[in-house]
């Protein structure tokens, strides 16, 4: 595989196991956490479907209008549980963000017919675009930079800043923004293909 091929497994691997780890976090978890990890599985395996190369799966006509439907439902679920806390905020720009892309993959004779492939030119409303690039590109900074352990940004030896044991077997507070790390870099890598 060479070029865009390449790239949409690449970001159908990385959404996909992503999603996996979510649905493991959303096993091991109590109420409030349980419940955002089910909605990060579900962000990271339909962004893992979406990316999915058009050689493979060319999705029908109608699918984009399910898969807006469904990222619209959680949209307002997200929408009715951000008065419970900013993280939920989040959750709702990228429920939003995915219904836009179905939405614009949706119109017939848009360049970006499919995320898994290159666009020929812009799809979608290059202002709107330009927006969620410049958050997601702004989270993916500074979820990066929070991952990065104290003593290493201090000049002092790498290594002492992450948990090793049982704190980073059972996937604790690192992980969970690893995998929030990771969908955002593949919204990033899937906005700049629209």
Known sequence: ????????????????????????????????????????????FGMAFMALPAAVLTPPGWSWAVYAAVFGATALHGLLAVRH??????????????????????VPGAPGAHAGHAAAGAGGIPVLTGGLLLYYTVYVLR??????????TAGGPVGGG???????????????LACRLSM???????????
């Open 1 to 44: 595989m060479h070029g865009p091929a390449l790239s949409g497994w690449l970001l159908v691997a990385l959404c996909a196991a992503t999603g996996m780890y979510c649905l493991l976090r959303m096993r091991a978890g109590t109420g409030r956490e349980r419940r955002a990890a089910g909605g990060e599985a579900v962000m990271g």
């Open 85 to 106: 806390g900013a993280h939920h905020l989040h959750h709702l720009v990228g429920s939003l963000a995915m219904v836009y892309m179905a939405v614009a993959m949706a």
């Open 143 to 152: 979820a990066g930079a929070r991952l990065v352990p104290v003593a290493a």
């Open 162 to 176: 992450l948990p090793t044991g049982g704190a980073a077997r059972a996937g604790g507070p690192e992980m969970t």
């Open 184 to 194: 955002a870099l593949g919204m990033v890598a899937m906005l700049v293909t629209l």
